[in-house]
């Protein structure tokens, strides 16, 4: 999986911290029981939610590589519509279409 250039940089001045982050998020992946899919799309989710356009896009684009499709993707963003508003909504819609070439 290929990171942003500012996380490889972190990585290399603090491997220490960005290695028990990853370690971190292997431990919380790892203690419930929701599956990868389900991961993948509560964490774009969360980052549509929390207003994230950089973590929005790295976790589409996580989800796309293990094959969720695009039309998933779409309507994890249009269910904020009734939680985080109609302007949520389309940001976070817009920020997926940023990957589609919309």
């Known amino acids: 999986m290929d990171y942003p250039d500012a996380y490889e940089k ?3 001045q603090y491997p220490d911290v960005l290695g028990a982050y ?3 998020g ?3 992946r790892l203690a419930g029981p929701l599956t990868e899919r389900e991961q993948r799309l509560v964490k ?3 980052s549509i939610g929390a207003g994230l356009e950089g973590a929005t896009h790295s976790h589409a684009r996580r989800a796309l590589e293990v094959g969720i499709g695009r039309e998933d993707l779409q ?3 249009l269910l904020g519509v009734t939680t985080l ?3 949520s909504m389309v940001r976070g819609m817009t920020w997926l279409n940023d990957l589609f070439e919309i």
């Open 22 to 24: 990853e370690k971190l």
């Open 10 to 12: 972190l990585r290399k």
């Open 44 to 46: 774009l989710a969360l």
């Open 26 to 28: 292997n431990v919380a």
């Open 75 to 77: 309507h994890v963003a």
């Open 85 to 87: 508003g109609f302007p």
